[in-house]
């Protein structure tokens, strides 16, 4: 049997050891992506990511050789490793051992945009709808900006205190929220008629196209920054923690509100590496769905995910009302309903991508026609069959035609599924939905291949009745991630 090498001097060898596996494993990532996430250097970031997941565990520093000699000697024999070192290796990963993934190992290269905070509103909405990104980071003041608002010029002073050259994300939904802070709900209210309504929302768009970013009433909503080199330390599950998925005060009340994306610093903090989001943890964890466990089986209905708390609006609201209710409510979309509460499609910030500032008068517009309009598309009022317009969407239920004469329960089932998916058709959405019965994996897999942050989980009559959202799904996986780590220790 070989034998193994000789013990470490001391806690600096062994820390020396975890700081390379981790540089390597984040090494192999990148060169797997960048490759196409094939081939040797995905097999090896593998090896590095759990000689480095073992080497944490190891309580002794015979444990900590062992994990480096597996790593070294690849094509060592089974009997050759010690028990301890077979039982790691062999074992399947828990949603806790996915948790404890350092946060580096999931960075990629990323085009990176950095607005000026002296830019034009008007011009940072280009940059970003050319980027197709809802967000970016604002470099701190280097001095006085006319109209810097005193969030703004509380963040520049936060920043400067820390070191860093970057003051804050702004996002769509930073200018959205500021332009109807400019607003009287009289501008857009009951009474308003559309001519008056489109006029005044052009008025005060063009002011605030022209303003300096520092200058916008709401800044800084959405977005955090690590310190270079946090990454190398910090795990999926703290993150989650702290930013994307906290868990609601132990005292009761809600959650605090989630951060999407979260910038990594360069030395200096002057100028960001990498940008976190949501969706990338998401996909990390569905790329080790087997960790999942008895969560992976759970509904929509089981999550509660299925018990009502929708917002919606109908489809003649002006979308500026829309954008006023995502605001009350505090979310980030609502469902857009027919007069039988069907849904027709959804409003929410993404659909403000490519919306100039200087045209913010299209937002008068009913929420349905806008939509249809920003998609060289024409809202049709009736109910109509997203693959032949101007027939029924709706087949009446029990309709044997409808399923090649199943019967009456096929027959609604078919009519049930052909109204999900209709839904979008007469505003030119791909509207993504769930059903209740739909099981966590499920869930996770659509979020994750359509890239969206929410979906909504709609009833046989295509009515919405639920929303999942990512932060609701990273917060149940950490949920799982806790009661199963607490029962392999009871």
Not at 7 to 22: C, D, T
Not at 149 to 166: S, Y
Not at 231 to 239: F, R, V
Not at 338 to 365: I, K
Request: charge should be positive; charged fraction near 20%.
């Amino acid at each position: 049997m070989e034998a193994d090498p000789p013990p470490p001097r001391g806690g600096r060898l062994m820390g020396r050891l975890a700081e390379s596996l981790k540089r390597l494993s984040v090494k192999c990532v990148g060169e797997a992506r960048r490759r196409g996430g094939r081939g040797r250097w995905r097999r090896l970031g593998r090896r590095a990511s759990a000689a480095r997941r073992h080497l944490d565990r190891a309580a002794t520093a015979r444990q900590g050789r062992a994990a480096a000699a597996w790593l070294l000697s690849p094509t060592r024999s089974p009997d050759s490793r010690s028990a301890s070192s077979r039982s790691t290796r062999d074992a399947p990963p828990t949603l806790a051992d996915v948790l404890a993934t350092p946060v580096a190992s999931l960075v990629r290269e990323q085009a990176l945009l950095t607005l000026e905070p002296g830019a034009r509103v008007g011009d940072a909405l280009k940059s970003l709808a050319r980027r197709r990104v809802l967000s970016a980071p604002v470099s701190a003041s280097q001095g006085p900006i006319n109209g810097a608002t005193p969030r703004f010029q509380a963040l520049a002073g936060e920043a400067a205190a820390a070191g860093r050259g970057l003051a804050c994300f702004v996002d769509v939904r930073d200018v959205a929220s500021s332009f109807l802070a400019s607003l009287a709900p009289a501008d857009y209210g009951p009474a308003s008629k559309l001519l008056s309504r489109v006029a005044r929302l052009e008025s005060v768009g063009a002011v605030l196209a022209d303003a300096p970013l520092a200058s916008l009433a709401v800044v800084g909503s959405d977005g955090a920054f690590l310190a270079a080199g946090a990454a190398d330390t910090l795990t999926l599950g703290a993150l989650l923690a702290s930013h994307m998925a906290p868990p609601a005060p132990a005292t009761g009340g809600p959650a605090p509100r989630a951060t999407h994306r979260v910038a990594l610093l360069a030395p200096g903090g002057d100028a960001v590496t990498h940008v976190l989001s949501q969706l990338d943890v998401a996909r990390h964890v569905l790329a080790h769905a087997a960790a999942l466990g008895p969560l992976a089986a759970r509904t929509a209905a089981d999550l509660g995910w299925a018990a009502g708390g929708v917002v919606s609006v109908g489809t003649d609201v002006p979308a500026i009302r829309a954008l006023a209710a995502m605001e009350d409510a505090g979310v980030a979309g609502v469902a857009v309903v027919d007069a039988e509460g069907a849904m027709v499609g959804t409003f929410a910030y993404p659909d403000l991508r490519a919306l100039v500032a200087d045209h913010l008068g299209s937002l008068a517009l009913p929420v349905a026609e806008f939509l249809a309009r920003s998609r060289g598309r024409e809202f049709w009022g009736v109910p109509t069959s997203a693959s032949n317009p101007g027939t029924p969407a709706h087949t009446p239920v029990g309709t044997p035609a409808s399923n090649g004469g199943g019967g009456p329960v096929a027959a609604a089932a078919a009519a049930a599924a052909a109204r999900r998916a209709s839904i979008g058709g007469r505003v030119g959405q791909e509207v993504v939905t769930a059903t209740a019965d739909e099981p966590f994996s499920a869930l996770l897999a659509r979020l994750v291949a359509r890239r969206v942050h929410r979906l909504h989980v709609v009833d046989d009559g295509a009515r919405p009745v639920g929303v999942v959202t990512l932060t609701d799904a990273l917060a149940a996986v950490v949920a799982a991630a806790e009661k199963g780590a607490a029962a392999a220790h009871a």
